[in-house]
């Protein structure tokens, strides 16, 4: 699963973390964890849930499945990212950054 693998690696320099610190925050061998960032192998759904888990996204993200399809793809995968960022920020981060985007739209009009 190419997609997986990509995100994967992805999602670690999003965070500025090592695959090495992506598979010990996930509770994996960094060997096996390796083999999910190479496309070698897949890892069954409830280790698929502790690693989007343990990465700050979800598992939806890292297979490349979107709940969103209408708009240019470009915009699709931005408000993906937006999603995933968030799902990583605490409350008060996300009410923050709900404000500024707000900002954003009126200051537009």
């Not at 670690?12 to 496309?39: C, P, V």
């Not at 939806?60 to 968030?86: E, F, H, I, M």
């Amino acid at each position: 699963m190419d997609i997986l693998a990509k995100r994967l690696r992805e999602r670690a320099k999003q965070l500025g973390i090592s695959n090495a610190e992506a598979a010990r925050r996930a509770g994996l061998d960094e060997r096996r964890f390796a083999h999910y960032t190479s496309g070698r192998s897949e890892p069954d759904l409830m280790t698929l849930k502790a690693i989007a888990k343990a990465l700050g996204t979800t598992p939806n993200w890292l297979l490349g499945v979107s709940t969103r399809t209408d708009g240019p793809a470009k915009v699709v995968a931005l408000l993906d990212r937006l999603v995933t960022a968030a799902s990583g920020m605490t409350h008060e981060q996300l009410e923050l950054a709900v404000i500024q985007a707000e900002a954003i739209v009126r200051s537009n009009r």
